[in-house]
């Protein structure tokens, strides 16, 4: 178990200047404005549901001591702190993911399976001689596994095209009652060569979210959601991170 730091509670200002000279989490609304800010002036900042030094008790998928912003050596590290649901962290840039990436696009979790090589492709089928009718086959290397809140899947979608497109209104593969997808939101594209898949947002309003666990290194103006809070990263001093670097 990780011990809590020792510092207090963080400071809240929902008034702080953008200017001031310490990191701050913003929280971001459902409508794009700012909400509560969290001022960073210690070495180690905890963030849960009942535990730490940011407490967000109305949030149920939290967990009790869920996350946690450090410094070192002038550097920031957000890191999930073993939590049941983990950290999801905005794209800046086209991201290679891997099988087992677990992708937040609106209220769509997506979890992406690279197919091993005896489920890319069955062939052709035959009853005593006689092929099988039925659609067309279409080579395939991954599938995007829609997850639940009962905790178990329910869609399967194959990625077959070289290019797959999720949104609300136009695409592939088309959410039409999620109100917090854009008309056109992200894009999955195949990398046959490479066995992967390369995730890309098409500038959505809300934005895509990969999950991440462990460490990674905070750059000015990322933007995290734990649970149901969506964050902003201000650093002093800092300019905006134009693109973090795909995995």
Same mark, same amino acid.
């Given at each position: 178990?990780?011990?809590?730091?020792?510092?207090?509670?963080?400071?809240? %200002?929902?008034?702080a200047?953008?200017?001031?000279?310490v990191?701050?989490?913003?929280?971001?609304?459902?409508?794009? $404005?700012?909400?509560?800010?969290?001022?960073? +002036?210690g070495?180690? +900042?905890?963030?849960?549901?009942?535990?730490?030094n940011?407490?967000l008790?109305?949030?149920?998928?939290? $967990?009790?001591?869920?996350?946690?912003?450090?410094?070192?050596?002038?550097?920031?590290?957000?890191?999930?702190?073993?939590?049941?649901?983990?950290? @999801?962290?905005?794209?800046?840039?086209?991201?290679?993911?891997?099988?087992?990436?677990?992708?937040?696009?609106?209220? =769509?979790?997506?979890?992406?399976?690279?197919?091993?090589? /005896?489920? +890319? *492709? @069955?062939?052709?089928? $035959? /009853?005593?001689?006689?092929?099988?009718?039925?659609?067309?086959?279409?080579?395939?290397?991954?599938?995007?596994?829609?997850?639940?809140?009962?905790?178990?899947?329910?869609?399967?979608? /194959?990625?077959?095209r070289?290019? +797959?497109?999720?949104?609300r209104? *136009?695409?592939d593969?088309v959410f039409?009652? %999620?109100a917090?997808? *854009?008309?056109?939101?992200?894009? @999955?594209?195949?990398?046959?060569?490479?066995?992967?898949?390369?995730?890309?947002?098409?500038?959505?309003?809300?934005?895509?979210l990969? =999950?991440?666990?462990?460490?990674?290194?905070? =750059?000015n103006?990322?933007?995290?959601?734990?649970? /149901?809070?969506? @964050?902003?990263? %201000?650093?002093?001093?800092?300019?905006?991170?134009?693109?973090?670097?795909?995995?």
């Open positions: 178990m990780i011990a809590p730091p020792a510092q207090g509670p963080a400071r809240t %200002d929902s008034s200047s953008p200017d001031a000279p990191a701050r989490v913003v929280t971001i609304l459902k409508d794009g $404005s700012e909400g509560q800010i969290y001022r960073i +002036t070495a180690a +900042t905890d963030i849960g549901r009942s535990e730490g940011i407490l008790a109305d949030d149920p998928y939290l $967990s009790p001591r869920h996350a946690r912003i450090s410094v070192r050596d002038g550097q920031y590290y957000l890191r999930d702190l073993g939590s049941v649901n983990g950290i @999801f962290y905005k794209v800046r840039e086209p991201m290679a993911l891997t099988s087992g990436d677990i992708v937040l696009l609106g209220q =769509q979790v997506l979890r992406v399976e690279i197919l091993s090589e /005896h489920e +890319t *492709s @069955f062939g052709p089928v $035959s /009853h005593y001689g006689v092929m099988l009718f039925g659609t067309p086959e279409q080579p395939r290397i991954a599938r995007l596994v829609q997850l639940t809140t009962e905790g178990i899947p329910r869609d399967v979608y /194959h990625l077959f070289e290019e +797959t497109v999720v949104g209104e *136009s695409g593969l039409t009652d %999620d917090f997808l *854009s008309r056109r939101h992200a894009t @999955f594209r195949v990398d046959r060569a490479n066995r992967r898949v390369i995730l890309s947002d098409l500038g959505s309003s809300n934005g895509t990969v =999950q991440f666990r462990g460490e990674r290194e905070l =750059q103006g990322d933007v995290f959601r734990l649970g /149901h809070h969506l @964050f902003r990263v %201000d650093l002093p001093g800092r300019a905006r991170a134009g693109g973090a670097a795909p995995r």
